[in-house]
Antibody
């Protein structure tokens, strides 16, 4: 069965960087793009963008350019989200998610990774 | 960019029907997906492509989409349906997914 397993919670200081991982299993990794979704405390879901797991080409939503980088290690079926120059407003749960058809619903989700930015 | 709007909250009593709307310009021309999210959990698809229901989702969940409004209907509401519900579309003009702001459904 399809599984997306994310790395554990992180506590970082402002200005630091963080790298969140999302390990996929149960399907051919390069057959489906992976999206990243942010959820700030008490807030809604924000689509951050996605990465084409076949070409490694990322696409970033408005508001998620510059400090946010999506990457892959296809040898271990893992996608990464790196955030640099962390700010307190980056405190959120970050999810990876996968569709079943291109541009379709995100049927599969990781369990989420809480990133807390605090001095 | 494409914008979706949802009511912040829709209250419902057990056994009654909850209707959650998602408004967007000509949303009827897009496929709308609905997610249920309970506290501390990842979202789960309850309706996709306007009215399809994934396996394991009760028939009490249904959807429709026309004009500028998509609707998620939960019939015979149960306490376990208490959650936040988000609509989502693929906006081809921006090549982005767009989520609605979410609707909290407290079961009274």
């Amino acid at each position: 069965q399809v599984q997306l397993v994310q790395s554990g919670s992180e506590l970082k200081k402002p200005g630091a960087s963080v790298k969140v991982s999302c390990k996929a299993s149960g399907y051919t990794f390069t057959h489906h793009a992976l999206s990243w979704v942010r959820q700030a405390p008490g807030q809604g879901l924000e689509w951050m963008g996605w990465i084409n797991t076949d070409t490694a080409n990322p696409a970033y939503a408005q508001g998620f350019t510059g400090r946010f980088v999506f990457s892959l290690d296809t040898s271990v079926s893992t996608a990464y989200l790196q955030i640099s120059s962390l700010k307190s407003e980056d405190t959120a749960v970050y999810y990876c998610a996968r569709d079943t058809t291109p541009y379709g619903p995100l049927h599969y989700w990781g369990q989420g990774t809480l990133v807390t930015v605090s001095s | 960019s494409y914008v979706l709007s949802q009511p912040p909250s829709v209250s419902v009593a057990p056994g009654k029907t909850a209707r959650i709307t998602c408004e967007g310009n000509n949303i009827g021309s897009k496929g709308v997906h609905w997610y249920q999210q309970k506290p501390g959990q990842a979202p789960v698809v309850v309706i996709y492509y306007d009215s399809d229901r994934p396996s394991g989702i009760p028939e009490r969940f249904s959807g429709s989409n026309s004009g500028n409004t998509a609707t998620l209907t939960i019939s015979r509401v149960e306490a376990g349906d208490e959650a936040d519900y988000y609509c989502q579309v693929w906006d081809s003009s921006s090549a982005h997914y767009v989520f609605g702001p979410g609707t909290k459904v407290p079961v009274l």
